[in-house]
């Protein structure tokens, strides 16, 4: 209940807040190119958590259709404004929570996504996992990007503030409170390879891509060879 009135509360905002930011659009265009080399225009995708709806917006010319879902009213109110001025009529937007979507095991789903961090507010990981399983093909991707258990950006952001609290608040027992505008949501930091075991009954792991300790923030500034190599060396640390 306090995620959906926190993102209520974020939702007239958020295009603003974090739609604009260099690292925010540099990790979302790297979440819809992986996107589209897996997606194509046979797909019927489930986005998990579609906030306003600035992905599947994007991913719409590339595929199918979609079936876009948020636990939060006013996030979807947003999505289907911005739907309406896109002119998009392959994209259909519903309130619905990701701990929910096995109300719609009777959907024809060929893959599902889910970016920034949603499945990290999810209480009972191992029954999403058995209703994401229920709802795709076997030979179907589920691609979901995770806030990992260590951050070394988070922690330096919270010692700039002097905000000693916050620097190791991941390495916290699991479930974390977070509070934000005075509302406490519980989140679960994981590792990816303890994210896996809940997954593992039911997929298997094809890629694991991991953000660059330094992130491009202009390509003049920072080679793409060197992005590269940070990707991969990075992915090792889970």
């Given at each position: 209940y306090n995620l959906k009135i926190f993102w209520d509360k974020k939702a007239s905002n958020y295009d603003a807040e974090?739609?604009?930011?260099l690292i925010t659009r540099y990790i979302?265009?790297?979440n819809i190119s992986i996107l589209k080399k897996y997606f194509n225009k046979n797909d019927s995708l489930l986005e998990i958590g579609?906030?306003?709806?600035?992905?599947?917006?994007?991913?719409?010319?590339?595929?199918?259709n979609i079936l876009a879902i948020d636990i939060s009213e006013k996030m979807i109110a947003q999505s289907l404004i911005k739907s309406f001025d896109y002119g998009t009529t392959n994209i259909t937007f519903k309130v619905i929570s990701a701990e929910n979507i096995d109300s719609l095991s009777g959907c024809n789903f060929t893959g599902a996504y889910s970016s920034f961090g949603v499945v990290?507010?999810?209480?009972?990981?191992?029954l999403f996992a058995q209703n994401i399983s229920g709802i795709i093909p076997k030979n179907g991707?589920?691609?979901?990007?995770?806030?990992?258990?260590?951050?070394?950006?988070?922690?330096?952001?919270?010692?700039?503030?002097l905000d000693f609290k916050n620097i190791i608040r991941r390495f916290k027992s699991?479930?974390?409170?977070?509070?934000?505008?005075?509302?406490?949501?519980?989140?679960?930091?994981?590792?990816v390879k303890t994210f896996y075991k809940?997954?593992?009954?039911?997929?298997?792991i094809e890629k694991i891509i991991a953000l660059p300790i330094v992130l491009p923030i202009n390509k003049k500034i920072i080679n793409n060879k060197v992005t590269i190599f940070l990707d991969?060396?990075?992915s090792v640390f889970y």
């Open positions: 974090f739609g604009t930011s979302r265009n790297k579609c906030g306003t709806g600035i992905e599947a917006l994007e991913l719409q010319k590339f595929v199918k990290n507010c999810i209480n009972d990981l191992n991707y589920f691609i979901t990007s995770i806030m990992n258990k260590y951050c070394f950006f988070e922690m330096i952001y919270f010692l700039l503030k699991n479930p974390v409170k977070i509070i934000n505008n005075s509302i406490e949501i519980l989140c679960y930091y994981w590792t809940y997954f593992k009954k039911y997929f298997n991969n060396f990075f």
